[in-house]
């Protein structure tokens, strides 16, 4: 069984950036294609980047944080991140990340493995 914990939330200002890391504990991360999703207050959960099994793998965004967010992972250590650039007050949010041996399952949101959330909190 996969465990997946998040760290690195908080509150930051406007403009800021955060660093989110999501540890995995169990046999075969290598095997898993691994993604962010974050749900706003009074929204649905919403898709935001992905990341293929690889160390430097492929790698694929929602257009709301393209060119903002970075996604990536260290097999050796069992991780992976979310570099977050320019923040602004609509990436407010509780951000999960998910894992499944199917990339496709964690880009809709199926996956079978996710962590319990960090809360992501942007001020002006």
């Known amino acids: 069984q996969v465990q997946l914990v998040e760290s690195g939330g908080g509150l930051v200002q406007t403009g800021g950036s955060l660093t989110l890391s999501c540890a995995a504990s169990?046999?075969?991360?290598?095997?898993?294609?691994m993604g962010w999703f974050r749900q706003a207050p009074g929204k649905e959960r919403e898709y935001v980047a992905s990341?293929?099994?690889?160390?430097?793998?492929?790698?694929h965004y929602a257009d709301s944080v393209k060119g903002r967010f970075t996604i990536s992972r260290d097999n050796a250590r069992n991780a992976m991140y979310l570099q977050m650039n320019s923040l602004n007050r609509e990436d407010t949010a509780v951000y999960y990340c998910?894992?499944?041996?199917?990339?496709?399952?964690?880009?809709?949101?199926?996956?079978?493995?996710w962590g319990q959330g960090t809360q992501v909190t942007v001020s002006s």
């Open positions: 998910n894992a499944d041996v199917i990339l496709h399952r964690v880009r809709t949101g199926t996956a079978d493995y």
């Open positions: 169990g046999p075969a991360f290598t095997s898993l294609a």
């Open positions: 990341i293929t099994r690889n160390t430097g793998g492929s790698t």
